[in-house]
């Protein structure tokens, strides 16, 4: 017969209780920090069509993310009703850090302010993981018969002559740009809104309207060709994309600073260690050259925020963006 010592009781009590104890912080931790994230392919959802300038960057970008993480980025394209249809699947997605949405301006700040429905709410719903870049948009013009070489003496044009100058508009950031513009100018231009940019662009060129306000990316090639003359760009600082065109801000209308912009978020409550670790993946993307290189020819400003930072000028943004929304009264049926 064996009998068990007083110290050997001890001992395996002591065992018991520590493999007691871990047992319970492993069943306690959630399960993306149980293993080692990513172990498969990372989903991320780009709410408008394949082509569009988000997809397009996305794609860009995804292809470093692919290499530093060691996965496939899936990039889902899933379009419709301004970026809400993919927002909303976005939100819906499990937040165990193998989803995220490439949000933009409009589905993350402005469309709550355009639709009556969204099928998600952008503050409660998602959470930043880092700010991709941004879009400023110009304001350029291809006639002649419009003396003005910059947005001051456009000003002037514009006060002398109430709502005789048109301005093709063709997306929702254009809208806003020109509320803004107009509201902060003290510059009554008349809008004349189009469903896409191609169709804006070919009457500016052709005559039919004096004015446009659009995307570096849309306007660049026809400026470069002298068929467009850019009045001011929308950011606050000037940009590489144009050299030499100066800011609105710089030209009359202190402080004006519209811009589109591309950021990565993820459904709220996923893993903040995923986040985090999301985050400087796409920091360390974003300071890759040939990256950048090929973002400044999409027409895409590279600039990175962190989550927190992220967060914060969301905020900011859909303050700004509500606000001019509801002075302009826009609103999309």
């Known amino acids: 017969m064996k009998y068990t010592t007083l110290g050997g009781r001890r001992r395996t009590l002591r065992a018991a209780t520590v493999l007691a104890a871990s047992l319970a912080c492993a069943w306690s931790l959630p399960a993306a920090a149980q293993k080692a994230w990513p172990e498969r392919p990372i989903r991320v959802i780009v709410p408008y069509a394949a082509g569009q300038g988000a997809d397009v960057l996305m794609r860009l970008v995804a292809q470093d993310l692919s290499k ?8 889902e394209n899933r379009a419709g009703a301004g970026g809400n249809i993919g927002a909303a699947a976005a939100a819906t997605a499990a937040p165990d850090g193998y989803t995220f949405l490439f949000g933009t301006n409009a589905t993350n700040a402005a469309n709550e302010f355009l639709y009556a429905s969204l099928g998600y709410n952008p503050v409660t719903d998602f959470e930043g993981v880092a700010m991709v870049g941004l879009l400023p948009m110009v304001i350029a013009t291809a006639t002649s018969d419009l003396p003005t070489n910059g947005v001051a003496e456009l000003m002037a044009r514009a006060r002398a002559q109430p709502n005789t100058l048109n301005v093709g508009l063709p997306s929702t950031t254009a809208n806003v740009v020109f509320a803004q513009f107009v509201k902060s100018a003290q510059a009554p231009l008349f809008a004349v809104k189009y469903k896409a940019s191609a169709q804006s662009m070919a009457d500016t060129l052709g005559g039919q309207i004096p004015l446009t306000i659009d995307t570096v990316t849309a306007t660049r090639a026809h400026i470069a060709a002298g068929k467009l003359r850019a009045l001011g760009i929308t950011s606050l600082k000037a940009s590489d994309m144009l050299p030499g065109v100066k800011p609105v801000s710089e ?11 591309d950021a990565l978020f993820a459904p709220r409550g996923t893993p903040k260690d995923v986040v985090q670790k999301m985050s400087e993946h796409v920091k360390s993307a974003l300071q890759q050259p040939e990256t950048r290189r090929r973002m400044l020819d999409i027409g895409v400003e590279p600039l990175f925020m962190g989550a927190a930072e992220l967060d914060a000028f969301v905020k900011a943004e859909r303050v700004k963006w509500g606000g001019v929304i509801k002075a302009a009264d826009i609103r999309i049926d």
Do not use: E, R
């Open 251 to 261: 030209q009359g209308v202190p402080g004006f600073d519209v811009v589109a912009w």
């Open 68 to 75: 530093s993480l060691n996965q496939p980025i899936v990039v």
